[in-house]
């Protein structure tokens, strides 16, 4: 049957992109063998972008959308786009795409709030005090559904303070599709149907409201209006707010991630002048839009 299909293609096609998984083909390749990108739904502009780069290695030019917006931010690395109340932060392949929120080390208290609503599967990670020469820093993150409070003085390992797993999240049957004619229903995939990988598909993407409280050495955190993280010490005494996304290591197939910040929210309480704040940034509505 492969030999008449190929023989029909022949007839029919002055080539053929058999093959899912690479963007570059090479004069070398057959006509008839190549290979072609199978964007996913959930993939960003960027998210292309970097992929197209990767496979060819070649430059490619990214979309970085707001002006004004990202010359409030410093990128260290991968791509970000920023939309009227939303910024999309990609990472590199197998690397962490990062954002320096500019002249944030000079606020040494602040409030931190964003809705993260990339894909469960991979890490959104909100720096703060982030002293970028030491590479000292408090970070949170949220990865596959895990929110996790970690901090690193310099010249010390990485230490862990808090971690918990948050509110189950729900998914339907069809966002378990592994491959184009097979989806598998959850029951199937908790009774032991075919399954790639453990813990949620790589898919299917969740919204959590974040919001960050660091004052003195006191640090809370609150997701989704649920305080889990109540007036945390820390020794990290300053530095600036950083964003930053990773890929998980759950996604065999991709490793680049797009980390969604929405309605972001930095502020600096004035010091002895309570009702007082300086906005660092803030891209949330506000009003009514026409």
């Not at 096609?13 to 739904?41: I, K, P």
């Not at 007036?231 to 990773?246: H, K």
């Amino acid at each position: 049957m492969s030999d008449v299909n190929d023989a029909n293609i022949r007839q029919l096609f002055v080539m053929h992109f058999n093959r899912e998984g690479n963007a570059c083909n090479t004069a070398e390749d057959s006509l008839y063998n190549l290979t072609r990108v199978q964007a996913a739904l959930y993939w960003y502009t960027n998210h292309l972008l970097i992929k197209i780069q990767k496979d060819t290695q070649q430059k490619v030019k990214f979309v970085q959308g707001d002006e004004q917006q990202a010359a409030k931010w410093e990128r260290m690395g991968g791509a970000e786009e920023f939309g009227d109340n939303s910024i999309v932060l990609t990472s590199p392949p197998d690397e962490s795409g990062m954002l320096y929120l500019r002249d944030s080390e000079k606020y040494r208290d602040v409030r931190v709030s964003a809705k993260l609503e990339g894909n469960v599967v991979g890490r959104q990670t909100i720096y703060l005090r982030y002293y970028r020469q030491k590479e000292s820093f408090v970070r949170l993150l949220l990865e596959n559904n895990e929110l996790k409070l970690e901090e690193k003085q310099a010249g010390r390992p990485l230490v862990e303070l808090s971690k918990a797993t948050l509110s189950e999240i729900h998914w339907k049957p069809e966002d378990l599709a592994y491959d184009k004619a097979t989806v598998y229903s959850k029951a199937q995939t908790e009774a032991g149907a075919v399954k790639e990988d453990p813990g949620y598909p790589v898919n299917i993407s969740h919204m959590r409201l974040r919001e960050i409280a660091l004052s003195g050495k006191r640090l809370t955190v609150s997701v989704d209006k649920q305080v889990v993280i109540d007036s945390q010490e820390t020794a990290q005494d300053s530095g600036g707010i950083a964003l930053e996304s990773r890929y998980s290591e759950q996604n065999k197939k991709d490793d680049i991630y797009d980390a969604v910040f929405t309605d972001v929210s930095v502020v600096a309480p004035a010091a002895g002048e309570p009702g007082k704040e300086t906005i660092l940034f803030r891209n949330a509505y506000s009003g009514w839009r026409v």
